[in-house]
């Protein structure tokens, strides 16, 4: 059975309300009773001090009284009949005679149970029996009127009935005004989660009030942010399996036809006297170690990599690699800078796999300088464990679509590009132990790439 958060927070106080409601009706009935009690009391006291001091009862006397408790006064005899002075007036401070009278009680405590009616006037009437004076006998009825009384009552019960109502009232306006909030934020979490269920990875906005609910929102937009990265990783690796079952089976052609056709032109070339002709020779043989290069790297994205470590000379590394893109930059009119460090410089790698990591990007820079453009290569220390290379060239740089996911595989934004050559190229910097990162300064953009130096033993 579902059970609604609204219901939930609304019960409990539903359930205060209740109590507070309850809380100030009792607080009230004993206020009314207290207030009737306080009436009795008055006019006991009263009815006491007439029976304790022999008080002339004439109308003046009852008209004085009258005015001390608020109650009216009516003198009668043992046979309940009013009595009249010398001039023919009742001794009361009515001007009406009751329909009926009670009978008096013995004790001077009044409780006005009965009510009576004098005219159109509704009083509770008690009768005290007079035992002094020349009054000894009769009866001295005392009459408080019934709209007097109701009123006295309901001023004490107004106080605590108001503030239960207007508590009341309040906490239902808040705890629908809390309940509905609190849903809206729910609903909208629960929205946004079916959006990221759907694959709708963007951050949801956070709310204003700084409360466990933002905080939810915040993980929220974090489980979002893991979600699209591990979509992201997936898709890597989805194309990474596609390329292996791809290459798998272009491997075996590509490097046949590679292999035989160096061994043919390796072959014309020894039976060739003409210089030009064995210099043009050379420059195929250079183009297909090229066209190797670019198959190995192919091959090898996504693949670890098995370093076979061994002291190599980087600059050494550089010549060789500088030397296979040269024909490139002459058919392109492109100006290739050298600024090689002085001496040789020892590190410990795959001397293979940096060759390859430098053609990458070298050749990576010949593309963004494009015809008639410049690459700047330069080498030396960093610092005293440390070799670098930068590659500058003379390209507009990447967009901005792709310049934070440039060394992803298959992120490129060329027209004909593949987008694999960065990538491997951090594949093997980083199993070097070293780094490689990308700056755009001055109107060039600059590929940094650091390798450790073993230390002297």
């Known amino acids: 059975m579902r059970f609604s958060i609204r219901y939930q927070l609304l019960l409990p106080l539903l359930a205060l309300m209740l109590g507070l409601v309850g809380a100030s009706t009792w607080s009230a009935f004993a206020s009314g009773q207290r207030a009737r009690r306080q009436i009795e009391k008055q006019i006991d006291d009263i009815a006491s001090t007439v029976n304790a001091v022999p008080y002339p009862l004439n109308a ?5 009284m009258k005015g001390l408790s608020g ?7 043992k046979e309940r009949t009013p009595i009249r002075d010398s001039d023919d007036k009742l001794i009361a401070t009515l001007t009406e005679i009751p329909e009926s009278l009670p009978t008096p009680t013995a004790e001077p405590t009044q409780h006005f149970d009965k009510p009576v009616r004098a005219g159109k006037t509704s009083y509770l009437c008690g009768g005290l029996p007079i035992k002094h004076g ?5 009866i001295l009825y005392i009459l408080y009127p019934e709209s007097l009384w109701r009123e006295t009552v ?3 019960l107004r106080p605590a009935l108001l503030l239960g109502i207007v508590g009341s009232v309040i906490s239902v306006i808040l705890s629908v005004l809390l309940t509905q909030s609190l849903t809206r934020r729910i609903q909208e979490m629960e929205r946004r989660t079916r959006l990221i269920a759907g694959g709708d990875f963007s951050p949801m906005p956070l709310p204003a009030r700084n409360d466990e609910l933002r905080d939810l929102g915040v993980s929220v937009n974090e489980m979002a942010q893991r979600l699209a990265q591990f979509q992201d990783t ?12 791809v290459s798998g089976g272009l491997a075996h052609q590509l490097r046949n036809g590679v292999a035989g056709a160096r061994l043919a032109i390796q072959l014309h070339a020894q039976d060739c006297q003409a210089p030009q002709d064995a210099e043009s020779l050379t420059v195929a043989l250079r183009q297909l170690s090229l066209v190797e290069m670019h198959l190995k790297r192919f091959l090898n994205v996504g693949k670890a990599i098995d370093l076979q470590r061994q002291p190599c000379d980087l600059s050494a590394i550089l010549r060789d690699t500088i030397e296979l893109v040269g024909p490139q930059c002459r058919h392109a009119h492109i100006d290739l800078r050298i600024v090689e460090s002085a001496g040789a410089i020892d590190i410990v790698g795959d001397a293979g796999q940096l060759g390859h990591l430098f053609l990458n990007v070298i050749t990576n820079a010949l593309e963004a300088a494009g015809p008639n453009g410049w690459v700047e290569v330069r080498w030396g220390m960093a610092q005293s464990d440390v ?8 390209g507009l740089g990447p967009t901005p679509e792709v310049a934070a996911r440039l060394f992803e595989p298959f992120v490129t934004g060329k027209r004909e590009g593949v987008g694999l050559g960065l990538a491997v190229a ?3 910097a980083l199993a070097h132990g ?3 990162r990308w700056t755009r300064e001055a109107g060039c953009t600059c590929f940094r790439i650091e390798l450790p130096q073993p230390a002297a033993k």
Do not use: H, K, M, P
């Open 60 to 64: 003046q006397v009852l008209e004085i």
């Open 71 to 77: 109650a009216e006064f009516l003198l009668c005899d």
């Open 134 to 138: 020349v009054r000894s006998g009769n």
């Open 154 to 156: 309901w001023e004490a």
């Open 234 to 245: 997936i898709g890597q690796t989805e194309r990474l399996r596609l390329l292996g079952q």
């Open 387 to 394: 070799a670098y290379v930068e590659v500058r060239d003379s």
């Open 426 to 428: 951090q594949q093997v």
């Open 434 to 436: 070293g780094s490689i």
